[in-house]
Each structure stands twice: as structure tokens, then as C-alpha cells.
């Protein structure tokens, strides 16, 4: 559904945020439902939270690395074609105007993390 239905016909890579697989290092599920009246403010925030969560993406401003998550690598031209490189599409969402500023204008060294698909949230209690 996401990559049939959903990037291409709404072009919009903020949708890798919104759309959870309920893994790990999957984005948030929110707790509200997007709608049409909300949507760009919701996907706005969906990416914030995603890309500013210190668990998923990371900034090394020191050595200049880039530390994204697998969902950068696995869709990076859908956030390329929008924003002409991965780290100008991340600085526009970073909350730290220094850490995005430097995005922006500085080299940094991508690397992606491993995707951790276990299961988000506690498992079932046990049954006495």
C-alpha cells in the first residue's frame, strides 16, 4: 500500500513517518488520526518527532557524522528528489537550529542504523 498507493500518489516522503509497522525503530504510531484538514501539520510533526527522536537519528556535529535511520536508506530517493540530498531533507525537521544549520552547509558522513524489527511495546502479561 505505501509504496503502490501512497508515495505515488501523494508524493510526499513525510508519509514514511506517518505510516508505523509497529517494529522498534519504526516511526511513532500517533495517537490521533491524520486528517484532511490537519494533514500537513500532522506529517510536519510526524517527521520532527521521527527525526529529532535521539534513538532513531542521531547528529555527531563533532566528527561530522550523520547517524539516520535504514527508513533513509531503504526510500532516500523519494527524500532526495524532494529536497536534493538526504541531509538537506533531515536539517529542514532537525529542532536544533545549530545541528541543522551545519547539516546544511557542512560534509557529514552518513551512516545508517541497523533497523531493530522486534516487536515495539511490552509483550502480553502472563496469565496465573
Same mark, same amino acid.
Given at each position: ?62 566528527? @561530522? ?32 537550529? @545549530? ?11 552518513? @551512516? ?17
Amino acid at each position: 500500500m505505501e509504496r503502490k498507493i501512497l508515495i505515488p500518489d501523494f508524493r510526499e516522503p513525510r508519509i514514511h513517518f506517518a505510516i508505523v509497522c509497529a517494529s522498534r525503530s519504526c516511526p511513532t504510531l500517533q495517537s490521533w488520526a491524520y486528517t484532511p484538514d490537519n494533514i500537513d501539520q500532522q506529517l510536519t510533526l510526524s517527521a520532527q518527532q521521527f527525526i529529532n527522536d535521539p534513538s532513531r537519528n542521531h547528529f555527531d556535529q563533532r566528527r @561530522k557524522i550523520a547517524y539516520l535511520s535504514r527508513i533513509f536508506d531503504w526510500f532516500q530517493e523519494d527524500f532526495i528528489n524532494h529536497s536534493g540530498s538526504l541531509l538537506h531533507y533531515v536539517a529542514q525537521f532537525v529542532l536544533d537550529e @545549530k545541528v541543522a544549520e551545519d547539516l546544511r552547509t557542512t560534509s557529514y558522513t552518513i @551512516k545508517f542504523l541497523e533497523y531493530d524489527w522486534r516487536l515495539n511495546g511490552l509483550p502480553p502479561k502472563q496469565q496465573s
